[in-house]
């Protein structure tokens, strides 16, 4: 049995999804199952084969990390150390989700798995801490770091770009970090077929969409086929660029995170969806949540 913790969160959500339409055998826990606390992690597996672990849990609010460090660093890095723990122990593997933001974005060309991590907030620094936690705790482990993530089932940019345009005649978007836009249903898809194909060698795995655009360039995209399918009414709403000076927050962010995706390309033998056509597949689906554009 596959053990899923976080399957309430954005990603969790839609790999639940994704292991029930696919007939796997799992069970979901979240909040529920502390991840910080190694003895309900240890209660939870009694009289349990389970045979994988999927971690989407996470801290995520990245500029609240940074006054709220101790906090974030029990969930990004103590409980990934924890699951990795109790994985070793009782012969589960792990895969474990990670984020562009290990890297400080200096970088000008996609960056590898191999490359050196610098982490430039509490964020990244504490997803490369759990990472490494993971590591050193777990032979049997998949690290896979994504980036700019959304799905149906949490708050997200797509989401709150949408409500924006319909609310106001214009909004400013940062237009100076690249990067790729990830939809969940593409890495819940990524991460099952690790599962199913079996013979995945461990190890770390980079995996967004196909592209390499700013925020900027998402939001247009964005506006252009969310008026196209009525999900944006107001399509006089102007769509400013601006840069990161101009738009302060407590989290510095990566200039440039966009991941080489040759790896799990090859790995897997598959095609990774261009972005473009993955946010089409999102707007267009009855999984769409209306009621977070409201
Ligand atoms: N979102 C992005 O843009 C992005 C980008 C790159 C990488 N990632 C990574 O992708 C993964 C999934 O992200 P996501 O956006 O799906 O996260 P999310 O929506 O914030 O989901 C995380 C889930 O973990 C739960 N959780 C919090 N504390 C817990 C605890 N102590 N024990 C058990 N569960 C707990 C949360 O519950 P509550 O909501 O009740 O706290 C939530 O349901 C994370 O590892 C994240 O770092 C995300």
């Given at each position: 049995m596959i053990w899923l913790i976080g399957c309430k969160g954005m990603l969790g959500t839609e790999v639940a999804r994704q292991l029930t339409i696919n007939k796997i055998d799992f069970a979901g826990t979240d909040i529920?199952?502390?991840?910080?606390n190694p003895q309900a992690l240890a209660d939870f597996v009694k009289g349990k084969q389970i045979t994988y672990i999927i971690n989407c849990s996470a801290y995520t609010a990245v500029d609240k990390a940074e006054s709220d460090a101790d906090f974030a660093k029990k969930l990004n890095e103590d409980g990934p150390r924890n699951i990795a723990n109790l994985a070793n122990q009782i012969h589960a593997k792990m895969i474990h989700i990670s984020t562009?933001?290990?890297?400080?974005?200096?970088?000008k060309t996609p960056y590898t798995e191999e490359m050196s991590i610098a982490p430039i907030g509490v964020y990244g620094k504490t997803k490369a801490d759990g990472e490494a936690a993971v590591r050193q705790n777990l032979k049997e482990h998949y690290i896979i770091r994504t980036a700019w993530l959304y799905g149906w089932a949490g708050k997200n940019f797509v989401y709150t770009m949408i409500k924006a345009m319909n609310t106001y005649d214009s909004v400013k978007v940062v237009n100076d970090q690249k990067g790729s836009p990830t939809f969940a249903g593409d890495l819940a898809d990524f991460i099952i077929k690790i599962i199913k194909i079996e013979t995945v060698p461990y190890g770390t795995y980079h995996c967004t969409d196909i592209g390499e655009i700013t925020w900027w360039d998402f939001t247009n995209e964005i506006k252009k086929q969310g008026v196209e399918l009525g999900l944006?009414?107001?399509?006089?709403?102007v769509v400013n660029p601006c840069t990161t000076d101009e738009y302060p927050t407590p989290a510095r962010r990566p200039a440039y995170s966009v991941l080489s995706k040759d790896k799990i390309q090859k790995s897997l033998d598959i095609t990774i969806p261009f972005w473009k056509d993955s946010l089409s597949t999102f707007l267009k689906?009855?999984?769409?949540?209306m009621e977070r554009i409201k």
């Open positions: 529920d199952v502390d991840i910080t562009d933001y290990v890297f400080d974005g200096t970088g944006i009414t107001n399509k006089d709403c689906s009855d999984l769409f949540d």
